[in-house]
């Protein structure tokens, strides 16, 4: 079992950057692929990036050059830095755990987190 909550959203100016973080409880959070979705009202919830339990890391289209993945296993922690925000990142944005195979696809991960509001104003 892993429980994960975000921190670190809120509202920032267009340009501005926002380091979002997840805390995640149990033994076993080194050994899962972590990653970070969004989900923006009425649309569907969307990856953005994933780290691997070594550190390896994959990057959206949409995010890739703006945004950084990053884990502290010791501290059981993920962070996702976010630069140059445009008004069209304002969303929820999630972590979660992969227990599945296909990181981009919601229905691989078991453990979410409750989400954190990002908005980003122009």
């Known amino acids: 079992q892993v429980q994960l909550v975000e921190s670190g959203g809120g509202l920032v100016q267009a340009g501005g950057s926002l380091r979002l973080s997840c805390a995640a409880s149990?033994?076993?959070?080194?050994?899962?692929?972590m990653a970070w979705f969004c989900q923006a009202p009425g649309k569907e919830r969307e990856f953005l990036a994933f780290i691997s339990w070594r550190g390896s890391t994959h990057y959206a289209d949409s995010v890739k050059g703006r945004c950084t993945i990053s884990r502290d296993n010791a501290k059981n922690t993920v962070h996702l830095q976010m630069n140059s925000l445009k008004p069209e990142d304002t969303a929820v944005y999630y972590c979660a755990a992969l227990t599945g195979t296909d990181y981009a696809s919601v229905h691989d991960y078991g453990y979410w987190g409750q989400g954190t509001q990002v908005t980003v104003s122009s």
């Open positions: 149990g033994r076993t959070f080194s050994s899962y692929t």
